[in-house]
């Protein structure tokens, strides 16, 4: 798969500013807040930066800690795991393969049968309605 790489301005004048705060500047939103938090309809839900799949709504769960919550990828080798220090805390961040947007992090507190739960901002996503064939 090839990578997407773009500039700073070109990120700019595609993503809103919050969308370019949390996937090019490893932001958050504010828990609770998001769009798909509480969000229920089938689909697909992709990265808002370059479009690739991610997530399913199979896989998503409320989990109560103020983010979307998902039990695993579409596929692993859409999301890179990276080991993040930041704010005095060891935690994996979730990214995406295509395009290296920072979507949110993994923990190991998610049901059964993979134990994951990744959360995952909703400025970082889009979503796609999809219906069961």
Same mark, same amino acid.
């Given at each position: $798969?090839?990578? #997407?790489?773009?500039?700073?301005?070109?990120?700019?004048?595609?993503? /809103?500013?919050?969308?370019?705060? #949390?996937?090019?500047?490893?932001? /958050?939103? #504010? !828990? *609770? /807040?998001?769009?798909?938090? &509480?969000?229920?309809? @089938?689909?697909?839900?992709?990265?808002? =930066?370059?479009?690739?799949?991610?997530?399913?709504? +199979?896989? @998503?769960?409320?989990?109560?800690?103020?983010? !979307?919550? *998902?039990?695993? =990828?579409?596929?692993? @080798?859409?999301?890179?795991?990276?080991?993040? =220090?930041?704010?005095? &805390?060891?935690? $994996?961040?979730?990214?995406?393969?295509?395009?290296?947007?920072? %979507?949110?992090?993994? *923990?190991?507190?998610? !049901?059964?049968? /993979?134990?994951?739960?990744?959360?995952?901002?909703?400025?970082? %996503?889009? *979503? +796609?309605?999809?219906? @069961?064939?």
């Amino acid at each position: $798969m090839a990578k #997407i790489v773009k500039s700073d301005a070109q990120w700019r004048k595609i993503l /809103t500013p919050s969308q370019y705060h #949390i996937l090019r500047e490893k932001g /958050t939103e #504010i !828990p *609770f /807040t998001g769009k798909y938090y &509480l969000h229920g309809e @089938k689909g697909v839900y992709s990265c808002a =930066a370059c479009g690739q799949e991610l997530f399913s709504s +199979e896989q @998503k769960f409320g989990s109560s800690c103020g983010w !979307p919550s *998902f039990s695993a =990828a579409l596929d692993a @080798k859409k999301v890179e795991l990276h080991e993040d =220090a930041s704010n005095g &805390l060891l935690r $994996m961040e979730v990214v995406c393969s295509k395009c290296g947007g920072h %979507l949110g992090h993994v *923990f190991d507190d998610g !049901p059964r049968p /993979t134990g994951k739960r990744f959360c995952i901002n909703s400025e970082s %996503l889009k *979503f +796609e309605k999809k219906e @069961k064939k």
